[in-house]
C-alpha cells in the first residue's frame, strides 16, 4: 500500500513504452519521430532529441493546491539547498499547478491543473498548502469561483498520493485555533482512501521538504510515517532530545528573564516557555537554512510549531507544568530545588545527583561556584 | 459592446486574488478587485497574552514574514511605553533590510519577470550576443557565452520534454513582449540564479531569529542575546557571518538586480503611461536611526501625498481617530451601525456576512459585496501604498538619498519624474528603494559592531515584561513599512489580554473594493485604460496588478465577531506561569 510506482510501472509510460505495448516496431517508431520533426520543421539533428525526449522518462506531475495559508510553505520550499529548487523544477518533477510560481494565471492556470489531472490519472502527486474551510458553504476560500473544498476533493480523487504541507494542511494552524471562526480544517480530515503525508511545522524546514519529495522520487515509495502521518525521519525525535542547549537542563542551569547572564551564556530555555520537550521536530538535528541556526539556538524557545493545536497551548511564555516521557530527568523545579537543598536534605535520588554532578561539572567553566543554584530560591514552584 | 475579463487566479502573488475588468475596444474600463479567501485571525487573537501576539500575527503571511511580527511587537510597546535598547532597534532594522532585499528580488525575477520576460523567445537567443550584452550592463561574472550556452541547452533540453511545469500554457509569443532574445535570455539566467541566492539573504533572519520564514520576535527586544566571548549567543562568527551576507547581497542587487531592471525598462517606456492609479500616496515611514519614538529620522520619511503634488507632505498619525477608517459598504462583513461608516480600527467592529453567489460561480455580483477585504481611507481618501509611495514621499520631503537614488535611475531611463506614476514607474520604484536598503543594511551592521565595540550589548529590556506592571487597560499602534507597503496593527488591552486586534495591511490598501462614495482602490483605478489585445490572454492586465506585487493573505483577516474569552489562558510573570 506504500508502494509508489515509477511512472513506468503505472500509466504514466513514455511515448515509446505506450507504443511498444500496442505493437509499433521500433523502426515505426523513429518514422514517427522523423515525421514529427518534419512538420515541426525541425532539422534532422532535431529528430534525435525527439526520440531521446519521448524515449524518457516523464517527471513527476505534480498539482500544488493552497488553500488558507500564508504561503510560508511555498517560501520555505524555496530555500531548499538540497537540492536546490531550480533542480527540482527542471529535473525532478514537473510542477505543472502552483499559484505562486506558474506563469500562467485564471483560466490558462485552471486548465494546466485540468490537463494533469485528466493525462496522469492516478499518477500525480497532490500537494496542499493551507487548510480547507467548512463555514458559509466553502465562500471562505474559493479560487477560479470554486470552493476550496471540491477542489481539494476533486483533485485528491486521482492523485497517486496526498502531500500536506506544514501545520495549516496537517492540522489546521492559526486559523484553527480557537474559536476556529472559519472552521479551518486539515486535509486529512476531507478526503478519503489516499495515502496523506503530514510535513508538519510552521513552515516545515525547507530540506524537510525537499528530503520528503526526494525520498518519493528516490525510493518510489511513501516514507515511513508515525501516528500522525509525519514522516518518521524527520519528526521521530523531541526537538528536547536533540538540543544542544539539553546538558544545561540536565544540569538545572536556565535562562531567567530573556537577555539575562544565562541567556548570555546559552543555557536552557525552559523557563522562558520552551515547548522542545513536546514538540516532534528535526529543528535540533538539521537545523533551519542549511544548518544555520534553528529558535532556541537563536535564544528564542520553541513555541512547538510543529504539533497539532499548538496555537492552543500558548501562552508561548508560560513554562510547561509537566511533560511525560522521563526516565532520568526530573522536572527544572525539582532539579533546581534539589540542587539548592540536597546538602541539607540529603535525600537526592541517583538521577538528581547526576544532574547535579553535571550542574558542578558545567557550572565552573561557566564561571558559577559548584552546588549553586541558578533558580531564585523565592520563586514559587508551580509544578 | 464590452466583454467581462475574469483573472481567478491571479498567479505568481501571495494568496488569493480574482480581478473581474470589462474590456471594450482594447482597454480597460473598469474593474472589480476581490480577495477571495478569508481566516480570521484578529478572532483568534482576542483574549490571548499580548506578548504571544507577534507570533499568531506573523502567521498572517509567510512572504513578507516578519513584517507583521514587528508592528505587533510595536503596537504592544506603544501601548505600554516600552523603548527597546538600540541594539534591538538596530537588529530589526537588520532583518527589515534583509526581507526587502530578499522579497523585491522574488518579486522582480520569480513573481514579476514573466510579464516581461519570453521564455520561448530566450531559446532563440544567440549565446555571444547575450554575453556581449550582460558584460556591457554588469561586472556580474556569471557572463560568459559558454555559461548562456550552457543554459539555453539546459532549458532546449527541458522544453522538448513536452512538460513545461510552471512555465506551461503561458503568455509566450505574446505581442505585447518586447524583448530582444537575448535580454530574454539574461532574463532567465537570472530567474534561476536569483532563485538560488534569495535562500542565502534570508539566513540573516535565521542567525537572530531562528529561521525563516518565521523568524522570532520578542515584546521589549529581540531574543537573540549579544556575548561576543561565548559560543551560544551572538560572537563574532555570528555578526561575520551577517556581514558577509550583506555584502553579498549588496553585490548582487547591484550587479544583477539593477542593471537588469534598466537594461528592461527602455523596451517597455509605454507603461510609464499606464497603470497610474489613484494618485494619493501614503508612507508610514521605518527604519528608526535615532530610536522609534523619532519619527523624523526614520530613513524611510512618514507621509502622506495627495493628487501627485509633491510640493506638499500631510502629516499622518495612525493614532488620529479622523486619520485611518475602514469601510465595508462592498466587503463582506456587518457593521452594528450601518455600514455606511467608516470605523477607525481602534473602534473597529466587524462580523462576516457574507452575501456573495455560493460557490461554484461565475461572477461575483460587483454591484454590492464583492470581497473579503474591507476599504481603508485616510481622512476619506483612497491611497496608494509600497515601493513607489514610500520613494515618491521621500523625494517629496527632500530626503537627500533617496532623491538621489531617484534621479541617478531617471536620468539612466533619460526619463522625467512623472513616468513613475505608472506600472512600469511602480516597479522601478522597488528597484529603487532595494539599492538603498542594502546600503543602509550595511550602515545598521557598522552600527551594531560599534555598540558591541562600547561595551553595549543589550537586546532586551524587562521593564514591563511582567504583566503585574502593566496598567488595567492600554492601547498602541504599531506601525511599519512591509514591502508592499504602510502596514499597522491597533492593539487594545485589557486586563492583561488582548481585548481588540485590528491590522490595516498594505495590499487592503491597494487591492480594496470601491468605498461608500463610488472612489476606486489603488488595483481597481490602476486597471482603467490597460491595454488588452487579448482577452483570452490578460498578460497586461497581470502587469499592473503584478507592479503592486499582490500579498492577499495580508490584506484578508478581519473578523471580530464575539469570540469566546480564553478562559483557560492564564497571564501572569514568567516563572507562575502554568501552561496548559
Known sequence: MNALPSPSQTGGLTLWEEMRAHGVSRRDFLKFCTTMGAM????????????????????????????????????????????????????????????????????????????????????????????????????????????????????????????????????????????????????????????????????????????????????????????????????????????????????????????????????????????????????????????VSYPIQSGHPCIGCSEAGFWDASPFYGRLASFPGFGIEMTADKIGLAVGAAAVAGAAAHAVMTNIRKHDEIGPHLGEKPGESTTPSSEPSQD | MSTRVVVDPITRIEGHLRIEAEVKDGRVVDAWSAGTMVRGIETILKGRDPRDAWAFAERVCGVCTTVHALASVRSVEDALHITVPPNAELIRNLMFCALYMQDHVVHFYHLHALDWVDLVSALKADPEETSRIAQSISAWPKSSPGYFRDLQTRLTKFVETGQLGIFANAYWGHPAYKLPPAVNLIGVAHYLEALEWQKEIVKIHTIFGGKNPHPNYLVGGVPCAINIDEANALNAERLAYVGRLLEDGQRFIEQVYLPDLLATAPHYLDWTEIGGGVSNYLSYGDLPTNGYADIGRFKFPRGVILDRDLSRIHPVDPHDPDGVREEVGHSWYRYQGGDEKGLHPWDGETEFNYTGPKPPYEHLTVEGKYSWLKTPRWKGHPMEVGPLARMLVGYAAGNAEIKDAVTEALAALKAPASVLFSTLGRTAARGIETRLVARWALEFYQQLLANIRNGETRTFTKERWDPSTWPATARGVGATEAPRGALAHWLVIKDQRIENYQLVVATTWNASPRDSKGQRSPYEAALIGTPVHDPQQPLEILRTIHSFDPCLACAVHLFDARGQPLSAVETGPVGAVSGR
Open chain 1, 40 to 291: 515541426l520543421g525541425l532539422e534532422h539533428s532535431g529528430v534525435a532529441a525527439i526520440v531521446a525526449a519521448l524515449e524518457t522518462k516523464r517527471r513527476l506531475p505534480i498539482v500544488w493546491l493552497h488553500g488558507q495559508e500564508c504561503t510560508c510553505c511555498s517560501e520555505s520550499f524555496l530555500r531548499s539547498s538540497h537540492p536546490i529548487v531550480a533542480d527540482i523544477l527542471l529535473d525532478k518533477v514537473s510542477l505543472d499547478y502552483s499559484e505562486t510560481l506558474q506563469a500562467a494565471a485564471g483560466h490558462q492556470a485552471e486548465e494546466c491543473k485540468a490537463k494533469t489531472m485528466r493525462e496522469n490519472p492516478g499518477n500525480y502527486l497532490l500537494m496542499i498548502e493551507g487548510s480547507v474551510p467548512l463555514g458559509a458553504e466553502g465562500a471562505y476560500c474559493c479560487i477560479g469561483g470554486r470552493s476550496m473544498l471540491d477542489i481539494v476533493q476533486e483533485a485528491a480523487a486521482g492523485a497517486k498520493a496526498v502531500i500536506a504541507w506544514g501545520n495549516c494542511a496537517s492540522a489546521g494552524c492559526v486559523q484553527a485555533a480557537r474559536p476556529n471562526p472559519t472552521q479551518a480544517t486539515p486535509v486529512h480530515k476531507v478526503i478519503a482512501g489516499k495515502p496523506v503525508i503530514n510535513v508538519q511545522g510552521c513552515p516545515p524546514i525547507a530540506e524537510v521538504m525537499a528530503g520528503v519529495i526526494v525520498h518519493l522520487l528516490a525510493f518510489e515509495r511513501i516514507p515511513q510515517l508515525d501516528a500522525l502521518g509525519r514522516p518518521k525521519a524527520f519528526y521521530s525525535r523531541r526537538v528536547h532530545d536533540t538540543c544542544y542547549r539539553r546538558p544545561y537542563y540536565d544540569a538545572g542551569l536556565f535562562v531567567e528573564t530573556f537577555d539575562d547572564e544565562n541567556a548570555r551564556r546559552g543555557y536552557c530555555l525552559y523557563k522562558m516557555g520552551c515547548k522542545g520537550p513536546t514538540t516532534y521536530n528535526s529543528c535540533g538535528v538539521m537545523r533551519w537554512n542549511n544548518g
